[in-house]
């Protein structure tokens, strides 16, 4: 099993739709949780951390769910501009290393 | 925002050369960098940790002899891919932990480096 999974996609949503994307990971000692954005032949963008009590930034929810060891993401009112790769990003406890999962295709279509 | 520079962006070369990739963090100090290396259509794979002033720590499956890394300073790493083969290119990325610019372990990235190996 991956240390960190996620559905790889794509997702293919219309402009205006809400999607979700879940995580899930195996290390259950695992500290932080991060969703990153990237671009097709750029690096990874930081959209948001996610904190135990979840956490909202604009159109974008964040979800952990340690119980069950899963991240969501959440994205209402999709862009254009939201089509990328959004990928799930957690760290083992102790470490400032970064496990990927394998990411999410997102395209919204007009 | 932390902001760390990666050089060069884009390299091309023959098979056999070596390839020297560097990484720099430009408004803060970093005593530690990550080297990842993706392949089209993959996620990152972290392939080692460049600790400044000892040695690189490779995860597992990573050719140490093969990835030569050095972090001579705190604000340099460098990656050199020796020996480059085609099945070496990839895009290389480097990261470096935002330690007290960042509130929450979160990595400051490089804006890669596309590497062809003919």
């Known amino acids: 099993r991956k240390e960190v999974e996620q559905d790889p996609g794509p997702f293919n949503v219309p402009e205006g739709a809400t999607v979700a994307f879940n995580c899930t990971y195996s290390?259950?000692?695992?500290?932080?949780f991060f969703w990153y954005r990237q671009d097709c032949r750029k690096e990874p963008k930081l959209l948001m951390s996610?904190?135990?009590s979840g956490n909202e930034d604009g159109r974008f929810t964040a979800q952990l769910n340690r119980a069950s060891q899963y991240i969501s993401l959440l994205i209402r009112d999709s862009k254009l501009s939201d089509s990328a790769t959004y990928l799930c990003?957690?760290?083992?406890?102790?470490?400032?290393?970064?496990?990927f999962g394998t990411g999410t295709r997102l395209k919204v279509l007009a | 925002g932390a902001v760390v520079s990666q050089h060069p962006s884009r390299v091309i070369c023959k098979s056999g050369t070596s390839v020297k990739i560097e990484c720099r963090s430009l408004?803060?100090?970093?005593?530690?960098m990550f080297w990842y290396r993706q392949f089209p259509k993959k996620s990152l794979m972290l392939m080692a940790t460049?600790?400044?002033?000892?040695?690189?720590?490779?995860e597992q499956g990573v050719e140490k002899d093969k990835f030569l890394i050095n972090h001579a300073s705190l604000t340099l790493s460098t990656l050199t891919v020796t020996s480059a083969h085609p099945e070496d290119s990839s895009f290389y990325i480097c990261?470096?932990?935002?330690?007290?610019?960042?509130?929450?372990?979160?990595?400051?990235f490089g804006p890669g480096t596309r590497l062809t190996v003919l």
């Open positions: 990261s470096a932990p935002g330690g007290g610019i960042s509130s929450y372990n979160e990595q400051f």
């Open positions: 290390n259950s000692a695992s500290q932080s």
């Open positions: 996610v904190y135990s």
């Open positions: 990003v957690v760290t083992p406890s102790g470490t400032y290393k970064y496990i």
């Open positions: 408004d803060f100090q970093a005593t530690t």
């Open positions: 460049s600790n400044e002033g000892s040695k690189a720590t490779y």
